[in-house]
């Protein structure tokens, strides 16, 4: 017979997530079988026996039953909680595609390892640094900034999809997260920038988030630190188009800035 995850409130059935703090947000809570995670438990510990490491055991059984990535993750940490970044490791290396369900079961089962685990999953698959981050942001929201800094200098090619990610968590802190990520990665401010004009025109536009959500002196912001960031004239224009800032007001804040500079220059 087929096994396949239940999704209801059964004794078979357990809800893995941590108590709703104001540290600690999960959601969706992470379910799983526990006949199946006790079966795989024992898979475990017979793997273990002859001699081989909770990540090799982890990435053996993944190969072969990747649709239960839930189970086998939370057996292998129930078993070795201290090994949790290095099972996130395993699991993360064997199925990739994977990345979110075994984030949220490491998350959900070790929140004291939280800055271990997402550093760990960053660090093994920086391609999906996007997914990392909005599965983090949506975990422990006060800590978005924190996780943006590592996942930009992580992956700095994906910052507009990374700073995206974050904002779609708290849609409302958009421009934090965008002058935060300029100022902590400036390398990255020219694709920070591009990507975010991108975002707001035709199919590109993300349905939660609208330019009208900022109001136009955080715009200004937003576009002073890519003045500053060193982002090309062109591309500050552009953004400053889409937010309805007059090409009167742009070329002032340039010249504000310009004249902040020139104290230093002697």
Excluded: C
Excluded at 101 to 120: E, G, H, S, W, Y
Excluded at 232 to 246: G, N, P
């Amino acid at each position: 017979m087929a096994m396949f995850f239940t999704i209801t409130a059964m004794t078979s059935v357990y809800s893995v997530h941590a108590i709703a703090t104001s540290a600690t947000i999960i959601s969706p809570p992470q379910q799983y079988n526990q006949k199946l995670a006790h079966t795989y438990s024992n898979m475990l510990e017979g793997h273990l026996a002859q001699n081989f490491s909770i990540y090799r055991s982890v990435r053996i059984l993944l190969s072969n039953y990747p649709e239960h990535v839930n189970e086998i993750v939370a057996a292998a940490i129930k078993k070795q909680p201290q090994a949790t970044p290095g099972i996130v490791n395993a699991a993360m290396r064997t199925e990739p595609a994977l990345t979110e369900d075994t984030l949220n079961v490491a998350l959900a089962l070790q929140p004291q390892q939280f800055k271990r685990i997402i550093k760990t999953a960053l660090a093994t698959e920086p391609a999906y640094a996007d997914q990392i981050v909005l599965t983090a942001s949506r975990f422990r929201p006060q800590s978005t900034s924190e996780i943006l800094r590592v996942a930009l200098k992580t992956e700095p090619s994906m910052s507009d999809a990374i700073v995206r990610s974050a904002a779609s968590s708290q849609p409302e802190k958009l421009w934090d997260f965008v002058i935060s990520a300029v100022k902590q990665v400036p390398s990255a401010a020219e694709q920070i920038f591009t990507g975010i004009t991108a975002w707001f025109t035709g199919d590109n536009m993300d349905p939660t988030i609208k330019a009208e959500q900022l109001k136009k002196p955080q715009w200004r912001e937003v576009i002073v630190s890519a003045i500053n960031a060193g982002v090309k004239k062109e591309d500050v224009s552009e953004l400053a188009r889409k937010v309805k800032l007059s090409d009167e007001e742009l070329a002032e804040l340039y010249r504000q800035q310009q004249r902040k500079k020139q104290p230093n220059q002697s």
